[in-house]
């Protein structure tokens, strides 16, 4: 969450785009309470209409125990 809150702090309208298709509807779930307009799509669902003004790539890492 702190990523995608540091991310987005100066962003009004913004969309999370992940590479896993089957992760789209968990992120949605993480990110509702605090982001609730932000948009989660999977990648492959992204047609010609979207277009994008502003870019920012989040690398999210795991941790290691």
Same mark, same amino acid.
């Given at each position: 969450?702190?990523?995608?809150?540091d991310?987005?702090?100066? #962003?009004?309208?913004?969309? =999370? #785009? =992940?590479?896993?298709?089957?992760?789209?509807? =968990?992120?949605?779930?993480?990110?509702?309470?605090?982001?609730?307009?932000?948009?989660? =799509?999977?990648?492959?669902?992204?047609?010609?209409?979207?277009?994008?003004?502003?870019? @920012?790539?989040? @690398?999210? @890492?795991?941790?290691?125990?």
């Amino acid at each position: 969450l702190a990523a995608v809150r540091d991310a987005l702090h100066d #962003v009004n309208d913004a969309a =999370l #785009v =992940l590479r896993d298709t089957e992760l789209r509807p =968990l992120a949605r779930k993480l990110f509702a309470l605090e982001f609730p307009d932000l948009r989660v =799509l999977a990648q492959r669902e992204i047609g010609a209409e979207f277009s994008t003004t502003q870019r @920012r790539d989040l @690398r999210i @890492r795991e941790e290691q125990s």
